[in-house]
């Protein structure tokens, strides 16, 4: 079989995401099963594990030659970025999962020999579907999502992880102070939506590769920064502070942070 176009590609995965949201709404029906991995604020459930497995499932029969990197651990120890790479977040934003049954999302990226190529921001109960590329375009249920305007820090709102302020990491309440506002969310994905939207004009976390691979492609495609929060390259492999802004609010920002 020659290989799959980038539309057909992307059409494939739309339908595993859609599959995906209504098996999670069907688990969603009956009791869910909570285990905690590192400790009581890192959350897994039976329906992460079962969405992984069956995401990953599909992606190595659709292309068997890829590797997979998955949260969960249903994938595959990647350490190079050679190739197809695909980066998956079953459930992002586990603990709303469990503690709202709201606010949480799937994501799915696509890496080739590195290069960020397709990423998927599914917000499972608002049913609303980000997917798209630097070849495609970003769109929110098939429709062009425009490029955010290009806000200064003091005229928009940031998220930023509930640690990095309560630790006042990296001076973080200053940059919320000359803001317009401040929010937190919890989902990584749907900060990411807020931000290919234009309601946020800034992002702070500390992220591991599945939590930033989708949002990173999708945010690029839209002309908005995602990097260190240094303002140095990510690594797609690696977990770090990541910051995601406007061209302007990443000026205003990386002289506070010092
Ligand atoms: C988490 C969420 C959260 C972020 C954490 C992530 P998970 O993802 O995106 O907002 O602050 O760093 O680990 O574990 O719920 O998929
Ligand atoms: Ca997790
Ligand atoms: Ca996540
Ligand atoms: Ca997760």
């Not at 102070?177 to 939506?193: D, K, L, M, P, V």
């Amino acid at each position: 079989m020659s290989e799959p176009t980038l539309e057909q590609v992307d059409q494939t995965v739309k339908t595993w995401l859609r599959e995906s949201r209504d098996l999670v709404l069907k688990r969603m029906a009956t009791p869910l099963n909570v285990d905690q991995k590192t400790g009581r604020k890192d959350l897994v459930t039976n329906v992460d594990k079962e969405n992984e497995r069956l995401l990953v499932s599909k992606i190595r029969a659709f292309s068997p030659d890829s590797q997979v990197l998955g949260e969960e651990g249903f994938g595959d120890q990647v350490t190079d970025t050679a190739g197809w790479v695909w980066v998956v977040d079953p459930i992002d934003g586990t603990m709303n999962f469990v503690k709202q049954r709201d606010h949480f999302a799937m994501m799915i990226a696509l890496y080739i020999d590195g290069q960020g190529v397709l990423g998927y921001i599914y917000d499972v109960i608002n049913d609303a579907l980000y997917s798209g590329g630097p070849s495609l375009g970003v769109f929110k249920n098939d429709q062009p999502v425009a490029q955010p305007a290009n806000v200064a820090l003091r005229d928009g709102l940031v998220a930023i992880s509930g640690p990095l302020v309560t630790e006042d990491v990296m001076n973080m309440p200053e940059v919320i102070r000359q803001s317009a506002g401040f929010r937190a969310y919890g989902s990584a994905g749907i900060e990411f939506s807020l931000m290919l939207t234009g309601e946020l004009i800034t992002y702070v976390s500390y992220l591991k590769p599945w939590d930033f691979g989708a949002g990173k492609i999708l945010a690029e495609t839209l002309g908005l920064r995602v990097t260190r929060v240094d303002g140095t390259p990510l690594s797609m492999l690696s977990s770090d502070f990541v910051m995601v802004a406007t061209e302007k609010a990443q000026q205003d920002i990386l002289p506070i942070i010092g």
